[in-house]
């Protein structure tokens, strides 16, 4: 493979594409695939061939285009139409597949599933990561390729040094985005700077110097699904990404981590890396050049933990998926005790458009410390709930209210919850700050992974923090005392909270105990796990007081 | 190479290869360890090592946080010796931890924990999870009531004796100390009966049969002499 050979298929593939007039886009991402989007796909497709329309119309599987609380969503596309009038169709069943495919033949709009695409929910989006999502089959890397794909890749084996690489991610100002924001040039150097590592001498003497790449797509956060939809809608972005960070650190094998419950974005990554393989984008001397990088699947067996990465790296190893201290860094010494560069999913799909725009678009976008875009599942009580890519700097009350429409009629908006059980509920009162990394941590919460709940005056606060310590004492690893008995105690309290039973000694106790486990905790899922606590403390606790019983009197 | 740290403002002099633990012990400067046992490996997991190092925004543990030149290092600050009492508070509040009844009473490393903490009462509500006692052994049992998850004995049996029956099962507070695949001790095909998990285990949840209150001494220097015998060819006793 080599720029030329790659121009052509972009070129053969839209050449293929433009002989068509229209394409009929079905979601196939899993909120849609459960909803039958398959069965739509086949009757769109069997309707257009009865029709007699193949060479017209084009039925295409395509990644969630985010709106998933109307899915099954199936979009029209005209083909040679500028600007393209896109048109969008909520709720399909197959028995719809007739009279839209008569619609598109007479260019009318099928009005009664119409929904607007118009909307403050798309037009406020900005799409970066989720670009092609919605506009190109995931298990077609012909389709990525015509979309522009894999030329970063190609740019950087051709053109640019590994630091030069580096130095262009450093500019951009990218940060992590699987929580805690650290700077991801600064991480790529790091690992590019560290000695290769000796691998088990059971190996091949030729790879016992080894760097890894890390793709954590462990995504665990209840009601998060950004790097699902990525993985599923775009699953070779994702590749491209790791392969040019193989090259800017100087790993040749890449691991994704994925969690096992996504089978549908595991199958679509297995495609997409047998794809990219077979025409020598992965794999031995990529680009005719001396750079060799190759991806494997590795699943994990749904432990929350293990979105941290030292556990992460234990449970590729084999082991148990089981944090400990840092340092050592990974990037120091990571899987098997080699440099090991562990990115989130967002993280490396924003590779390739910086590479390919340059870092200084990319840092033209979001605030001053915050660059880019991030991507939201947001959920909850909100009128329309689905995946959305905002920039940085946007504020709350923008999001709730203009992308997902506010909440629904006579209730009142009470508090954002971000972060997920690492974060915290934002009040009504900080609707119009901005969404970065700073603005979030100072209100005591976290950008986290980019869960985003918004809630209702009817939600209980308690009852949500008792919710999400719940979920971090039933995905406490053990290792350490505080995390482990300290978040089973926090639960304890919360509950006796719940029942009527608790005292203001109760009260004191569990602020204190926040404060204990968030300090002493061995990693990161500990160390957070006290936020929904602390946050509606200090927002909300009249709600805690008014619960709360007189001390018995001592006899 | 030796290095130069200060550790409660008294200089200390150390190797580069040293932890903050190695080199406040061989200064003679307490820090409180529950997990940590001389001969076996470093986890870091029971906090009771953690001190404040400057220059960090987080607290360290002693015992597997490597020196640097010039380090400054508080190990007893108020605020240390709140979070180490809320540690071993919690410890007691999670199983049923009873001295009165206990084997290893007077000789436990929990109790003394808390004797130096200044630990009087729990501030938690106890817990009393309804956990069992393998005696199918014939030599040793394991009471899970007294059980505080340091892994001492499961690094103690994979590390120096190779033999890895023991280890963990299951997570959080649902975690426990499991012989192989979780059979009864007893019918261990790899369990060879050293007893170097009983050296190890800090509290009365692994005992000789037969010892009652208070009776269950051990004997933990044999697990470093193996070491170091079996690591630097050296038999030091």
């Known amino acids: 493979m080599n720029p030329d050979e790659l121009n052509r298929i972009a070129q053969a593939e839209q050449a293929a594409l433009s002989r068509h007039e229209h394409a009929i886009n079905v979601c196939v991402g899993i909120a849609c695939h459960s909803g039958g989007s398959e069965q739509i796909r086949k009757a769109l497709e069997a309707e257009v061939k009865s029709a007699g329309l193949q060479g017209k119309c084009l039925v295409r599987g395509v990644g969630c285009p985010g709106l998933c609380a109307e899915g099954p969503l199936v979009s029209v596309e005209p083909l040679h139409r500028s600007p393209p009038q896109e048109l969008l169709y909520r709720k399909v069943t197959p028995a719809d597949a007739p009279a839209l495919v008569r619609s598109v033949v007479r260019e009318e709009p099928l009005e009664q599933l119409r929904i607007d695409a118009n909307q403050p929910f798309f037009t406020r989006q900005l799409k970066i990561v989720l670009e092609n999502c919605g506009h190109m089959d995931p298990e077609r890397i012909e389709d990525y390729i015509a979309r522009g794909g894999y030329q970063a890749l190609i740019k950087v084996l051709t053109e640019m040094t590994p630091q030069e690489v580096i130095d262009a991610l450093s500019r951009s100002g990218l940060r992590g985005r699987g929580g805690a924001g650290f700077p991801t040039g600064l991480k790529w150097a790091t690992v590019a700077k560290a000695t290769p590592g000796r691998y088990p001498t059971y190996v091949p003497p030729d790879i016992q110097s080894q760097k890894f790449v890390i793709c954590n797509g462990d995504e665990g956060d209840p009601g998060a699904f950004m790097d699902r939809s990525v993985m599923e809608g775009d699953p070779h972005r994702v590749l491209e990404g790791m392969a040019i960070a193989g090259y800017a650190v100087g790993a040749r094998q890449g691991f994704i981590y994925v969690r096992a419950e996504y089978a549908l974005a595991v199958k679509r990554l297995r495609t997409a890396i047998r794809q990219a393989q077979r025409i020598g984008l992965l794999g031995k001397n990529i680009a005719g050049t001396s750079f060799t990088f190759d991806v494997d699947i590795r699943l994990g067996a749904g432990a929350f933990v293990c979105g941290e990465e030292t556990a992460l790296i234990a449970s590729i190893e084999g082991g148990r998926g089981l944090p400990r201290p840092r340092p050592p860094y990974p990037a120091e010494s990571g899987l098997w005790g080699c440099p090991t560069l562990i990115n989130n999913v967002e993280t490396l799909a924003n590779v390739p458009p910086i590479i390919t725009k340059g870092a200084d678009w990319f840092a033209s976008i979001g605030t001053e410390k915050s660059k880019g875009t991030k991507v939201f599942a947001l959920t909850g009580q909100v009128k329309r709930s689905g995946l959305i890519e905002v920039p940085m700097g946007i504020t709350l009350r923008e999001i709730v209210f203009e992308i997902g429409g506010g909440v629904p009629e006579g209730r009142q908006f009470k508090a954002v919850q971000t972060g997920g059980p690492s974060g915290g509920c934002i009040p009504a009162d900080y609707l119009d700050m901005p969404v970065d990394y700073e603005s979030l941590a100072k209100v005591g919460s976290i950008m986290g992974s980019g869960g985003l709940i918004v809630m209702d005056d009817t939600t209980d606060m308690v009852e949500v923090a008792r919710f999400f310590m719940d979920f971090c004492m039933e995905e406490s690893c053990g290792k350490c005392i505080p995390c482990r008995a300290g978040t089973a105690q926090m639960h304890h309290i919360l509950t006796k909270i719940q029942q009527g039973k608790a005292t203001a000694r109760d009260l004191r106790l569990l602020e204190e105990l926040s404060n204990v486990v968030k300090h002493t905790s061995l990693c990161g899922l500990g160390q957070s796990a006290p936020n929904p606590v602390i946050s509606t403390l200090r927002y909300f606790r009249h709600e805690y007081e008014r619960k709360l019983v007189p001390e018995l009197e001592r006899v | ?237």
């Not at chain 2, 403002?9 to 012990?25: H, K, P």
């Not at chain 2, 820090?31 to 953690?50: E, M, Q, T």
């Not at chain 2, 009531?145 to 029956?165: K, L, P, Q, S």
């Open chain 2, 1 to 237: 190479m030796a290095r130069t740290l200060t550790i409660n403002g008294q200089m200390v002099s150390a190797r580069d290869e040293d932890t903050i633990l190695r080199a406040a012990q061989d200064a003679g400067i307490h820090i409180p360890v529950l997990c940590h046992l001389d001969g076996l490996s470093d986890v870091g997991a029971c906090r009771f090592c953690l001190v404040e190092v400057a220059g960090s925004n987080r607290l360290l543990p002693a015992c597997t946080t490597r020196i640097q030149e010039g380090m400054v290092v508080q190990t007893d600050t108020e605020q240390l010796r709140n979070y180490r009492r809320h540690l071993i508070e919690l410890l007691f509040a999670e199983r049923n931890h009873v001295c009165a009844v206990c084997v290893a009473n007077g000789n436990c490393e929990m109790q003394s924990l808390a004797i130096q903490l200044g630990m009087t009462h729990s501030r938690y509500d106890y817990m009393f999870p309804s956990l069992g006692v393998d005696l199918s052994h014939e030599r040793f049992g394991l009471d899970h009531n007294r059980c505080i998850m340091c892994t001492r004995c499961v690094r103690a049996c994979d590390e120096i004796e190779g033999a890895h029956t023991l280890d963990v099962f299951g997570r959080g507070a649902k975690a426990r100390i499991v012989t192989d695949l979780g059979m009864p001790w007893g019918e261990s095909p790899t369990c060879t009966s050293c007893g170097k998990c009983v050296m190890a285990c800090p509290t009365g949840a692994l005992f000789k049969q037969g010892s009652t209150v208070a009776e269950m001494t051990r004997d933990r220097s044999k697990l470093n002499f193996l070491k170091t015998a079996r690591e630097e060819r050296k038999w030091i006793v």
